[in-house]
C-alpha cells in the first residue's frame, strides 16, 4: 500500500494545477469545493464548517474537531444507560504543487476509549462486534484512526477536474457524505439505525479512488477492502483490494448535493458468510440565512446478501434548523429493515423486522470555551415496530439523550 502511495503521489505531481484558496475556506471555484467530510464525499458547497485555519509558508492547514460528552437512557426490557462520549478530529494540510492542489488528510477519534465495553446502547441498531459476539441494540464506537489519506485535484479546465485519493484507511466513493460529518446530522451524536445500510463504508482499508468532475456532474470510482474494521479500534488494518464501487454525483447549486452510488463488498460481517452489494441514492440540501441555516437530508440505502438471498432497505429523512445563532432543532425519521435483532437459535433469529424511529432535539449555544462552540442538547427517539417485538421490547421504548456538544471554531 505504501508503494502505491508513493507512485500515486508521484503522478500526481505531474498533474496538479494552481488551485485558487478560496477552495480553503470549503466552498469552490471551479464547482470543486474542499470539504471536511471524509473521503471524497460532500455537503452542499454551502454547507457551515466549523474549522480553524492556519498558514506556514505555503501551506494551508485545517483543523476541525467535534465532541459530544453525555448520556444516554432506554427504556424497555432491551434499554441499557449509559454515559460515554463520541467524538473525532480531523486535520488537513493542503500546498500547490505543480500546478494543482495536493492535500494529506487524517481524522482520528479516541472512541475506544470514551466509550467503554466496545459498544452504547443503542434500541434496534444491529452490525459488527462486540468480545466475539454480534452487536445487538447497540453502537459500535470508531477507530483512532478513521482515516490517513493523500488528496489531490487537478483542474483540467475552468469547469472539469480530476481528483486522485489513496488511504491505508478511508472512505471510499459509496453512500453519501457519512453521519458524523452530515450537515443535517450536526447535532445527532447517535448514529442512525440505518447506517449499515447507508453509510457504514465510511471506515474502510486500503482505499483508491479516481474521479472527474465536469461542471454540475461526478463521477467517481473506488476500490478497497471490503471487510468492516475489526475489535481492535486502535490499530491499523490491513487487506487487500477486492471491493469495489461507483457514484455518481450531481450538484446544481451551492445548496445541492445529491448523488447515486452502488458498491460490492467482500466478506464485509466477520461473523456472516457471503459478500454484499450495496445500493444508495440521496439528495442533501443546506439553505444559509441570516443567523443561522437549515440542512436536510433524504436518504435510501439497500442491502443485498448474497448469502441467503436477503434485501434489506433503510429510508432516512434528517434535517437540522439553526436560528438565532443559537438555537438547533434537530429532526430525524428512520424506516429500516433489521435481521440481526436475534442471536443465532433464538425463536425469531434471522427474521426480518421493519423498525420505525422518530427523533426530535434542542440544542442551544453557551459560552464556555475560547475557539470551541459549547452546545447543551437534547433530544428523544420513539420507535414503532411489529407485534412479534413486542415482548422483547416493551409496548412503547423510548430513548433520551442529553449532552454536551464541543466543537472547534476559527
Not at 121 to 143: C, K, M, R, V, Y
Not at 377 to 386: Q, R, V
Request: hydrophobic residues 40%; negative net charge.
Amino acid at each position: 500500500m505504501l508503494r502505491l502511495i508513493v507512485a500515486a503521489a508521484a503522478t500526481a505531481s505531474a498533474l496538479l494545477a494552481q488551485h485558487d484558496m478560496s477552495h480553503m475556506a470549503g466552498m469552490s471555484d471551479t464547482k470543486m469545493p474542499m470539504t471536511f467530510a471524509s473521503g471524497t464525499s460532500r455537503n452542499p458547497a454551502s454547507s457551515p464548517e466549523a474549522m480553524i485555519h492556519l498558514k506556514a509558508g505555503s501551506w494551508m492547514f485545517m483543523l476541525h474537531g467535534l465532541a459530544f460528552v453525555g448520556g444516554v437512557q432506554q427504556t424497555g426490557p432491551r434499554g441499557g444507560d449509559k454515559f460515554m462520549s463520541a467524538n473525532w478530529f480531523m486535520a488537513e494540510a493542503s500546498h500547490s504543487l505543480a500546478g494543482g492542489t495536493f492535500a494529506v488528510r487524517s481524522m482520528l477519534s479516541l472512541d475506544p476509549a470514551t466509550i467503554t465495553g466496545r459498544r452504547y446502547p443503542e434500541l434496534f441498531q444491529t452490525g459488527e462486534t462486540a468480545f466475539g459476539s454480534p452487536i445487538i441494540d447497540g453502537q459500535h464506537p470508531h477507530n483512532l484512526f478513521m482515516e490517513l489519506a493523500l488528496r489531490y485535484t487537478h483542474p483540467i479546465s475552468e469547469a472539469s477536474s480530476v481528483t486522485f485519493y489513496v488511504a491505508p484507511v478511508g472512505d471510499p466513493a459509496l453512500g453519501p457524505v457519512a453521519f458524523p460529518h452530515r450537515a443535517s446530522a450536526a447535532e445527532l451524536p447517535q448514529a442512525p439505525l440505518g447506517h449499515h445500510l447507508e453509510d457504514s463504508t465510511h471506515i474502510s482499508d486500503e482505499v483508491v479512488t479516481a474521479a472527474v468532475r465536469y461542471r454540475v456532474l461526478g463521477l467517481e470510482v473506488s476500490g478497497f477492502h471490503g471487510a468492516e474494521p475489526g475489535e481492535n479500534r486502535w490499530i491499523i488494518q490491513t487487506g487487500g483490494i477486492d471491493s469495489y464501487s461507483a457514484r455518481l454525483t450531481f450538484a446544481p447549486g451551492p445548496n445541492w448535493e445529491a448523488q447515486v452510488s452502488a458498491g460490492r463488498l467482500a466478506h464485509p460481517e466477520a461473523l456472516e458468510p457471503g459478500d454484499q452489494t450495496r445500493v444508495t441514492a440521496s439528495v442533501s440540501y443546506n439553505r444559509p440565512y441570516a443567523h443561522g441555516n437549515w440542512a436536510s437530508t433524504l436518504l435510501w440505502g439497500r442491502v443485498h446478501k448474497t448469502e441467503g438471498g436477503a434485501n434489506l432497505n433503510g429510508y432516512l429523512a434528517e434535517t437540522m434548523a439553526r436560528f438565532r445563532d443559537a438555537n438547533y432543532l434537530t429532526g430525524r425519521i428512520e424506516l429500516d429493515d433489521k435481521d440481526e435483532l436475534f442471536r443465532e437459535g433464538e425463536p425469531l433469529s434471522g427474521r426480518v423486522f421493519r423498525i420505525a424511529a422518530y427523533t426530535a432535539g434542542y440544542t442551544r449555544d453557551i459560552p464556555l470555551l475560547p475557539h470551541i462552540t459549547t452546545g447543551l442538547g437534547a433530544n428523544f427517539t420513539l420507535y414503532t415496530m411489529p407485534d412479534a417485538l413486542r415482548p422483547s421490547y416493551g409496548e412503547h421504548p423510548v430513548a433520551v439523550w442529553m449532552f454536551l456538544r464541543f466543537r472547534l471554531r476559527g
